[in-house]
């Protein structure tokens, strides 16, 4: 009896080092997503991944309540704000709202607010929002005149960025219905459209620069940016969805009403809310955004459920890092069709070969797609991707394209299956596969293979690795082809070639300069 007691309690133990070490994992990949999303502006996964990465956290720390940590991320907001920019302490917390992934998550948050209420009526009136994706912003006037433009930063203290809010048009810098409130805080959206996004990559693309991943990303990106003249080129938009900090009574009982009133005063709202007087109403609406999400000029990734009435709000209050009184139900990824024209295989610079299917391009989330990784031959085999398929296409997190699926019943009869070559399509070296690896490598190396060259270059000079600026795409490849850089050493050499260098198209003396400043500052690592 004693020995199973003892068998018992090790197992228990073991269980629970099994538990801390899977929510001290979660706790890391929750805070790493947050940094990617809040501060980067390069996501590396979708919402719905991160969703259920916080959700698992979320229920260790129910069922573990001993486990949960004071930095846990289950109970903060967004991420610390940037070094760069002055800090501003919100006048109240600009906080997050949960997520509904299905109708019956609706169904229950009406449900649980009603109990919370004792409210014994069939439902309360909901407002219905397209929820826009882009940056939280606070806006303060005082006495009418704009004052203060501050991101949400972690919830509580966000980035001073009043000077580049005050280049948007949209945002007025004067509202005379004001002139006699002291104080009036908005909240709302700052995004860029569509077509904005598209032209600033073309640009960025041509001038050799990194292209942004989306254009939440491009228009959190541009506003904390260090230069305004290059917010005001960016055209970022705004759209008001909320107040906070009011000095004086503004009369307005409703969320639709306080959007008719602000619309008045000047502000851009999004028109297409809806009141919803029963659950059907709200899946309705949801279903009439999804179905036209494609044709409107700027992204949204679900639909914001409020309750209308601001008494009934204030009733309700907050719960940890959310409202009780609105709840966010999330679009799924968007996904188009296209087919696949060819698929290629590109080195990477440890050697990879990555089958590539070149595509009939298509816009997914804002974004032309016009290529998407195949990633290895066990993934080609699983899904069955063949040249000339119609595949469905979705973009991860609108970041990272993924193939979902093939329809086979369009496939030509003569399509024949693809084989990653035996021979590096760059070098002709051969290729090889370690055993229990799916990657299909090239046998050349640095020394022979000038794609593993040039990809190590890039990777460099990077923003991941040494952020040499002014070696960036084009400016690298000529470099490497005009034979003054082979290897990454070769960069520190590079004032051997001034007088070739500055005669080189899109550079000169000064640009000459800025590059071999950028690279001796990286010389030394502390």
Known sequence: MGTKKMEKKVKEKETSN????????????????????????????????????????KEIEIKYPNLKTTDSPISKVGYSPSKNLKKIKHSTPMLSLDNAMEKNDIINFMEKTKRYLNDKSKFIQLIAEPKIDGLSIALRYENGKFT??????????????????SMMNDVPKEIPQLSKIDIFELRGEIYMEKEDFLNLNNIRKKNG??????????AAGSLRQLNKEI????????????YCELSKEIKFETQNQFLEKINNYGFRIN???????????????YNKILKARDTLKYNIDGIVYKINNFYIQRRLGLVGR??????????????????????????????????????????????????VSLHNQDEIERKDIRIGDTIELQRAGDVIPQVISVDKNKRNKNAKKFLIPSVCPCCKSKTY?????????????????????????????????????????KNLKKFWKEGFIKYPYDIFYLDKYKNKIIYKEGFGEKSYLNLINSINSIKTIS
Request: with cysteine; glycine share 8%; hydrophobic share 35%.
């Open 433 to 473: 596969k370690k055993k229990d690896e799916v990657a299909v490598r090239c046998s050349g190396g640095l020394s022979m293979c000038e794609a593993q060259q040039l990809g190590s270059l890039k990777y460099f000079v990077s923003r991941d690795a040494f952020n040499i600026e002014g070696l960036g795409g």
């Open 231 to 242: 917010v005001k080129e960016r055209n970022l938009r705004f759209f008001a969805y909320t």
């Open 322 to 371: 959310a409202p009780r009184w609105a709840i966010a139900r999330k679009f799924p990824a968007e996904q188009v069709r296209t087919t696949i024209k060819n698929i290629t295989i590109q080195v990477g610079r440890t050697g990879t070969l990555t089958p590539v299917a070149e595509l009939e391009p298509v816009i997914v989330g804002g974004v032309k797609v016009s290529r």
């Open 18 to 57: 099994e538990i801390k070490r899977k929510y001290i994992k979660l706790k890391k990949e929750v805070n790493q997503h947050n940094k990617l999303y809040y501060q980067d502006n390069k996501p590396k996964i979708s919402d719905v991944e991160y969703d259920k990465i916080w959700k698992k956290l």
């Open 148 to 165: 203060l433009g501050a991101t949400r930063g972690d919830g509580t203290i966000g980035e001073d960025v009043t000077i580049n809010v």
């Open 271 to 285: 028109s297409r809310f809806k009141i919803c007087n029963n659950i059907n109403d709200t899946e309705n609406f």
């Open 209 to 218: 620069e990194s292209i942004f991943a989306n254009p939440r990303n491009a």
